[in-house]
Structures are given as structure tokens and as C-alpha cells.
């Protein structure tokens, strides 16, 4: 899925579905610098869903802010499974909201915390627990972040459905 058009569109449903089925949403993103946040706004509807949204770009708003644990961050670094999921779970609680997401990861020039360009996870909070999913992306700067974006929402819109939501 291209950032763009296909990611107005994911955006769309997962607005449309978080909106039918009551529930709220937020964001903690680090790569993506609040692109997650910014797609869904850009969608009439996302008021009544979105909660809000963090952009936590370095460690110290990542622990200070979201609660990711600062040993957790001391011994994996911020490029992370179980730092994607705390993010997330943050996220969730901060703002009071049904679903958290989260993104963290390295778009580049150079690798960081031991991983390479294009490593991302994807992180998840709701009542059901936590997950995360690592991605492998390819390209520039802006596409690795775009590709982030768009696999926050493809995840975002399952994790809905997890939660109840059926189209």
C-alpha cells in the first residue's frame, strides 16, 4: 500500500469502524513523527475516535511520557518489540483510550541501536493484551516512514477487529 491515496483509504476504515463500534484510539510514534495521527485527522469522522497521539521521538519522552521502562530502553535500545508494545500501552492509558499504536524504528541514513535501516515494529495495546510486529522496509528516508504509517493502520484496522468490529 502506498502512502497517499491508499493509506486516505485505510484511514478511512479504520476511522469508519473505530467511529460504528465506540471505540477510541492513540498514537505513539517515534519514526513516523505523527504521521499516524495526521492520516487519520485528515479523515472527516476521526474527532470522534481519535484521542490523541504522542510523538516521542527520543528515549526520555518515551519513558517520561509513555512509561516505557527506562531499563528496558538501557538494554534493547528504542528499536523494539517490547518497546513498540510499552509505547503503545502508554499511548492507551495517557489518553484514555480503547486501542493504542505505536511505531518506532530506523528510517535511516545510518542504522541505529544495533539495527538496520528499515527495521520497524509496530506496536499494539487494547484490552485483549499487547503485540508487536516487526517489518523489514526498503527505500528512502520519507518511504520507510510512509510504509510505517500504512502498516500502523493495516493494524490498527485488525486489531479493531479483534475488539468486535465487523464490516
Known amino acids: 500500500m502506498k502512502s497517499g491515496s491508499g493509506a486516505a ?4 476504515t479504520v476511522v469508519g469502524a473505530a467511529v460504528r463500534s465506540g471505540l477510541t484510539v ?10 499516524v495521527a495526521a492520516t487519520l485527522a485528515n479523515t472527516p469522522g476521526a474527532s470522534a475516535m481519535l484521542q490523541g497521539g504522542v510523538v516521542a521521538y527520543q528515549n526520555s519522552v518515551k519513558a517520561g511520557i509513555l512509561g516505557v521502562p527506562e531499563e528496558l530502553l538501557a538494554s534493547v535500545g528504542s528499536v523494539d518489540g ?3 508494545e510499552a509505547m503503545a500501552d502508554g499511548a492507551r492509558r495517557a489518553c484514555a483510550a480503547d486501542v493504542g499504536i505505536s511505531t518506532t524504528g530506523v ?3 545510518e542504522p541505529h541501536d544495533g ?13 485483549l493484551g ?8 526498503d527505500g528512502d528516508r520519507q518511504s520507510i516512514r510512509e510504509q510505517a504509517c500504512d502498516a500502523a493502520l493495516a493494524r490498527l484496522l485488525a486489531a479493531l477487529g479483534d475488539l468486535g468490529y465487523r464490516s
Open 9 to 12: 483509504e485505510t484511514a478511512a
Open 26 to 35: 492513540a498514537t505513539a510514534e517515534s519514526l513516523t513523527a505523527g504521521l
Open 82 to 84: 517490547g518497546v513498540a
Open 107 to 109: 528510517a535511516g541514513p
Open 115 to 127: 539495527k538496520d535501516v528499515g527495521t520497524v515494529f509496530i506496536g499494539v495495546a487494547s484490552a
Open 130 to 137: 499487547l503485540a508487536s510486529f516487526e517489518y523489514s522496509f
